[in-house]
């Protein structure tokens, strides 16, 4: 059953439709644009990565111009997921915008959990909406049901993070392949006479965070994680039979479980947080990371390596093209908020181009075109022209994005993660994966 036709061919034609054209930074009237909302709390749930900070400090610029007061709460990312989901079966009026990951979108408009944008933007000075100024690659994100649900206000893009000062000191060059990458794990962690610092660390950990990283490698592999989805597909939906036991699929988990012993102690439980902190202590020499984490790896306060990373393209195997994983997170209406003006008032303030850019010189991450060519933004932020390149070679429907996302992704992650500690073959494993997921997808009826 074809239930989901959301390719960002859909996106464009919506942003033609409503008249929207690309936007650069420009100072709004937002005394005249914005209501009053003196004496009420807008309250947002979001994810606890490290754009929150930044979140948090440009609030009260908002409080300045409405008389409205903003809470930030954030969460871990199963547990946000977790709540949210529960807060909509309730009809929970407690947040009124919700920081949804993107691939929960299909899940979270058949639960009617959120209300869509599009009529909102369609009555919006275009200028402000700026919608075909977001990088493609994340836009397609915020769309379900051929309709825009949510504003894709913080994408995230994979680059390898490396550590220019070990790579210099032994001359090495930066890995663009499969194969590259473990020769040089290896020798960092065998060879290079150090025993304090690893070759790579990945997410191996059961569950979301080894399920995950399937999705993010398969494709840079040459593989496809169901029949019709693979970069460029018309329609990644259209044939959804599992490919989690193909060639190329074992043969992706076998070099995780290569990998594990040129990672740091304890890796086979690492997931972002633990692969994040390796980096920023210094305890190994590349890691393929989140770029929303970037900034922190030069924060002296906490980071170890400051002046000696840098960043390049997500590798692929040999003769394959990179395809960096997206990802990110979209900016929501709850659909039971009792403040429902107050939200989309603060949603399409934030979202600007003009505010957008305040975000990123703070620390978020940038998601527009005008941002990523930002000539102060690229002096604060130099990774950015390799995030850019990153963002335009990257597939939107990197992962599932329909109501069995979260299971089907834990599900596959735990089958890669017993593959990785050794209680079933890479092949076992995988098998496992693809008839249980198989399963899941004829139960909800995404498969005959």
């Given at each position: 059953m074809n239930r989901m036709r959301n390719t960002l061919k859909g996106?464009?034609?919506?942003?033609?439709?409503?008249?929207?054209?690309?936007?650069?930074?420009?100072?709004?009237?937002?005394?005249?644009?914005?209501?009053?909302?003196?004496?009420?709390?807008?309250?947002?749930?979001?994810?606890?990565?490290?754009?929150?900070?930044?979140?948090?400090?440009?609030?009260?610029?908002?409080?300045?111009?409405?008389?409205?007061?903003?809470?930030?709460?954030?969460?871990?990312?199963?547990?946000?997921?977790?709540?949210?989901?529960?807060?909509?079966?309730?009809?929970?009026?407690?947040?009124?915008v919700l920081f949804v990951d993107g691939i929960w979108v299909g899940e979270f408009v058949e639960a009617g959990c959120i209300d869509p944008v599009q009529p909102l933007v369609a009555e919006t000075d275009a200028g402000i909406i700026a919608l075909d100024d977001y990088i493609e690659s994340f836009a397609g994100q915020a769309y379900w049901d051929g309709q825009l649900q949510c504003l894709p206000i913080a994408g995230y893009w994979h680059m390898l993070h490396y550590r220019t000062d070990l790579f210099e000191e032994h001359g090495l060059e930066v890995p663009q392949t499969f194969d590259q990458l473990m020769a040089i794990a290896r020798f960092f962690a065998e060879e290079d006479g150090d025993p304090d610092v690893a070759g790579m660390a990945m997410n191996?950990?059961?569950?979301?965070?080894?399920?995950?990283?399937?999705?993010?490698?398969?494709?840079?592999?040459?593989?496809?994680?169901?029949?019709?989805?693979?970069?460029?597909?018309?329609?990644?939906?259209?044939?959804?039979?599992?490919?989690?036991?193909?060639?190329?699929?074992?043969?992706m988990i076998q070099f995780f479980k290569d990998m594990v012993?040129?990672?740091?102690?304890?890796?086979?439980?690492?997931?972002?947080?633990?692969?994040?902190?390796?980096?920023?202590?210094?305890?190994?020499?590349?890691?393929?990371?989140?770029?929303?984490?970037?900034?922190?790896?030069?924060?002296?306060?906490?980071?170890?390596?400051?002046?000696?990373?840098?960043?390049?393209?997500?590798?692929?195997?040999?003769?394959?093209?990179?395809?960096?994983?997206?990802?990110?997170?979209?900016?929501c209406v709850n659909a039971h908020s009792g403040q429902k003006d107050a939200a989309w008032d603060f949603m399409k303030w934030f979202a600007s181009p003009e505010i957008h850019k305040q975000f990123v010189l703070l620390g978020g991450p940038p998601s527009r075109h005008s941002a990523m060519q930002d000539e102060e933004i690229i002096a604060a932020q130099p990774w950015v022209p390799t995030l850019y390149e990153s963002a335009k070679a990257a597939w939107q429907e990197l992962r599932p994005r329909h109501s069995m996302t979260f299971e089907m992704i834990d599900a596959l992650g735990l089958q890669v993660n017993r593959a990785i500690v050794g209680d079933a073959s890479p092949q076992e494993a995988m098998d496992e994966a693809n008839e249980n997921i198989t399963r899941m997808l004829q139960r909800a009826g995404y498969l005959e």
């Open positions: 996106a464009t034609a919506l942003a033609l439709s409503l008249g929207i054209v690309a936007g650069v930074a420009h100072a709004e009237d937002w005394d005249a644009e914005l209501g009053d909302h003196s004496g009420k709390t807008l309250r947002i749930q979001t994810i606890q990565d490290p754009f929150i900070d930044a979140l948090k400090e440009i609030g009260p610029s908002w409080t300045a111009i409405t008389g409205a007061d903003v809470t930030v709460e954030g969460f871990g990312y199963d547990p946000l997921h977790e709540k949210q989901i529960l807060g909509c079966s309730q009809n929970d009026d407690q947040y009124d191996f950990q059961r569950g979301s965070a080894a399920g995950q990283q399937f999705f993010e490698w398969i494709y840079s592999a040459g593989g496809k994680p169901w029949e019709s989805n693979y970069p460029g597909s018309s329609d990644a939906y259209a044939d959804q039979t599992p490919l989690f036991n193909s060639p190329k699929a074992v043969e012993p040129y990672g740091p102690p304890g890796v086979e439980q690492f997931a972002w947080d633990e692969r994040a902190n390796a980096f920023t202590q210094g305890k190994v020499a590349m890691i393929n990371n989140w770029s929303v984490r970037t900034p922190l790896f030069t924060d002296p306060d906490i980071s170890k390596v400051t002046d000696n990373f840098d960043v390049a393209m997500f590798p692929h195997a040999d003769g394959e093209q990179s395809v960096p994983p997206v990802g990110g997170w979209i900016m």
